[in-house]
Every structure is written in C-alpha cells, then in structure tokens.
T-cell receptor, first 112, second 108 residues
C-alpha cells in the first residue's frame, strides 16, 4: 500500500514566489526521486537523490535527501507559469527494490 | 528518439469485454512496469518485469495480467474489465521510470 505522504496536497501561489513541498515515510529509503507531471502527460524525472543529506539542484529546483532517510524536500525558486503541474516523490522499497512507490502528489497552481 | 509508447491513448469499453493496452520501449531497458493513477492516490504499481519472461506483482495486481515475451514490449491485459478499473494507466521502462504518455481507460 501507499507508504509515502506528500505535503501539501495542493498549492496556490503567485508567480515569482518560492515553493516548498515535502515527502515523508515511516520506512527508510535509500533513493528519493522527484517527478513532475504536466497536464495530459506522463511524469518526468526531475531530480534523483542517493545519499542521506544530499542536496541536488536542477535549475530553479533544489531537492534534499533527509538525514533520517525517511523524508525528502523539493523547493522551487521564483516560480513561473510553466511550473504548474503535479509533483510526485517516489522511492524504491528497500525490501523488494524492484518496486517503486509514489506519494499522492502535490498539485501546484500559479496565479500570474 | 528514445521513448516509451502506449496504445491506445484513450479507450472506452464495457464491463467484461477483454482488452489489451500495448507498451513498447526502444531503449533496450530490461525493467518495465505498469502503473495506474487515480485522484488522491498518486501512482500505484500494477505489475513489473525485470526481464523477458520475468514478471511480478506490484501493489494493485488484481484484475490485471501482463506478459513479457520480448524485451521491448510489455502489454497490460484486462481479461474482464470492471468499472473500478477506470483509471489513467502509465507504462514505464527503467527502474527510475521513464514514463509513456498514458492511456485513459473508461469501463462502463
């Protein structure tokens, strides 16, 4: 069943604002993945994290692998209209690393 | 162009009528998987395949079948679809998941 909890479930912000979202689990993960899904499309991998404490950037996006290995964070700086979409965290279960579990998603809406 | 393709993109069918959603990848990935996406539930894995002739259940396998006879193809089969299988389905290749464009299925 679902093992990742994302927060918040939705965000309504003004263009130019910074965005923060997080993903938590009751289980330890060795890898954290962040995806973005545009309307009508499949999710696309944004950032992959492999080490506790790791901080990785991809343009205006920054993601962090929590030191407890039970959480991860995604920040978007200076949001623009094309940031609209659903952001998912995901990770492979340690037991059964072939299975990838996803959070419920954070839906981001931007007012121009 | 490296890609995952799915067909059809949209399908409306009736309860009990067998259907197959095809998935193909041209990246020579060994790992392929199927997910369904439902509002508020995110993406849930249905089945995955580590290689040809090697498949295993994900979190929500009930009512679905898969086969992996060749590396590039991983079809999803609904032998007797029911309305609770109305969903958006994604095929993906590679364990870090390169997703296809999705298939929106409605079962009446």
């Amino acid at each position: 069943g679902q093992q990742l909890n994302q927060s918040p479930q939705s965000m309504f912000i003004q263009e130019g604002e910074d965005v923060s979202m997080n993903c938590t689990s009751s289980s330890i993960f060795n890898t954290w993945l962040w995806y973005k899904q545009d309307p009508g499309e499949g999710p696309v991998l944004l950032i992959a994290l492999y080490k506790a404490g790791e901080l990785t950037s991809n343009g205006r996006l920054t993601a962090q692998f929590g030191i407890t290995r039970k959480d991860s964070f995604l920040n978007i700086s200076a949001s623009i209209p094309s940031d609209v979409g659903i952001y998912f965290c995901a990770g492979p279960l340690i037991q059964g690393a072939q299975k990838l579990v996803f959070g419920q998603g954070t839906r981001l809406t931007i007012n121009p | 162009e490296a890609q995952v393709t799915q067909n059809p993109r949209y399908l409306i069918t009736v309860t009990g009528k067998k259907l197959t959603v095809t998935c193909s990848q041209n990246m020579n990935h060994e790992y392929m998987s199927w997910y369904r996406q439902d509002p508020g539930l995110g993406l849930r894995q249905i089945y995955y395949s580590m290689n040809v002739e090697v498949t295993d259940k994900g979190d929500v396998p009930e009512g679905y079948k898969v086969s992996r006879k060749e590396k590039r193809n991983f079809p999803l089969i609904l032998e007797s679809p029911s309305p609770n299988q109305t969903s958006l389905y994604f095929c993906a290749s590679r364990q870090r998941a390169d997703f296809g464009p999705g298939t929106r299925l409605t079962v009446l």
